[in-house]
Nanobody, 118 residues
Framework: QVQLVESGGGLVQAGGSLRLSCAYS????????LGWFRQAPGKEREFVAL???????TYQDSVKGRFTISRDNAKNTIYLQMNSLKPEDTGVYYC????????????WGQGTQVTVSS
């Protein structure tokens, strides 16, 4: 499995920006991609974005054009740049590793809180 540690969350006003970081280590070759998920209070965890090791990216429709996922191989870190934030973007953001073997996200970080005030 891969180990993941998120950082960069915080409180921001609507329309503002934040950049989340996820430092990864361990058996990264066991994963197909790394992704970001979020969970709002009282709601299920939802997919936000992913980046594969080949560099391909996928986004949830509600964040397209506002969020950008990227990777710095030298720093073993992926990022989620979030612009034009909305109150509905509030939640705990998790970094996750998609396993090649199980074809599921089975490595998770501890999460980082993002709060967008109106």
């Amino acid at each position: 499995q891969v180990q993941l540690v998120e950082s960069g969350g915080g409180l921001v006003q609507a329309g503002g920006s934040l950049r989340l970081s996820c430092a990864y280590s361990g058996r990264t070759s066991s994963t197909y991609a790394l992704g970001w998920f979020r969970q709002a209070p009282g709601k299920e965890r939802e997919f936000v974005a992913l980046i594969s090791w080949s560099g391909g990216t996928t986004y949830q429709d509600s964040v397209k054009g506002r969020f950008t996922i990227s990777r710095d191989n030298a720093k073993n870190t992926i990022y989620l740049q979030m612009n034009s934030l909305k109150p509905e973007d509030t939640g705990v953001y998790y970094c996750a590793g998609h396993s090649r073997r199980t074809n599921k996200y089975d490595s998770w970080g501890q999460g980082t809180q993002v709060t967008v005030s109106s």
